[in-house]
T-cell receptor, first 115, second 113 residues
Framework: KQEVTQIPAALSVPEGENLVLNCSFT??????LQWFRQDPGKGLTSLLL?????REQTSGRLNASLDKSSGRSTLYIAASQPGDSATYLC??????????????FGKGTKLSVIP | NAGVTQTPKFRVLKTGQSMTLLCAQD?????MYWYRQDPGMGLRLIHY???????AKGEVPDGYNVSRLKKQNFLLGLESAAPSQTSVYFC????????????FGQGTRLTVV
């Protein structure tokens, strides 16, 4: 069974710092990996989607990398801002049988950016 | 463009009551999903649908039923609510294919007392 782990569970940084969030998964046979942001009491907002054939994706101050062979992904946030404070979730898609391809989620990293 | 809309946003039920959560998407997506999110557990898949008229069980289907009578709607039913079903429920949808992005609704916070 695929397991997705995100470390650390919580992270607090001063504004302006660059930071890295980590995601690891046990089954490397993934089709893609998606990073989400979740604000308190809100739904999930997709940040970046990396296909299994890709090494990284960038969107603004965000950069996500994927090393499928080692089962790892990182989300790099440059020049952090208080508005980046949220929980960041990593999810991997893989074949789950009977023609179905499902997302398996990590438990998230709660990020606090201190002004 | 509304995306994925969930109704209601909040609900309190008494044990044994029934209710239906509605998910509607306006992106013409084939695939739709229901997840629940609990503290310390992450998101877990309840049921999903790969097209109109089809549904399948996910990781935690017990106590729930679903229906997909129209492509744009995916309903999640609780026939006899239990306190263990207190959770935040999220609906998601995506286009057919392996490499497509999933879009989520804003969630329904359900409390069963």
């Amino acid at each position: 069974k695929q397991e997705v782990t995100q470390i650390p569970a919580a992270l607090s940084v001063p504004e302006g710092e660059n930071l890295v969030l980590n995601c690891s998964f046990t089954d490397s046979a993934i089709y893609n990996l998606q990073w989400f942001r979740q604000d308190p009491g809100k739904g999930l907002t997709s940040l970046l989607l990396i296909q299994s054939s890709q090494r990284e994706q960038t969107s603004g101050r965000l950069n996500a990398s994927l090393d499928k062979s080692s089962g790892r992904s990182t989300l790099y946030i440059a020049a952090s801002q208080p508005g980046d404070s949220a929980t960041y979730l990593c999810a991997v898609r893989l074949y789950s049988g009977a023609g179905s391809y499902q997302l398996t989620f990590g438990k998230g990293t709660k990020l606090s950016v201190i002004p | 463009n509304a995306g994925v809309t969930q109704t209601p946003k909040f609900r309190v039920l008494k044990t044994g009551q029934s209710m239906t959560l509605l998910c509607a998407q306006d992106m013409n997506h084939e695939y739709m999903y229901w997840y629940r999110q609990d503290p310390g557990m992450g998101l877990r898949l309840i049921h999903y649908s790969v097209g109109e008229g089809t549904t399948a069980k996910g990781e935690v289907p017990d106590g729930y039923n679903v229906s997909r009578l129209k492509k744009q709607n995916f309903l999640l039913g609780l026939e006899s609510a239990a306190p263990s079903q207190t959770s935040v429920y999220f609906c998601a949808s995506r286009m057919r294919g392996l490499i497509t992005e999933a879009f989520f609704g804003q969630g329904t916070r359900l409390t069963v007392v």
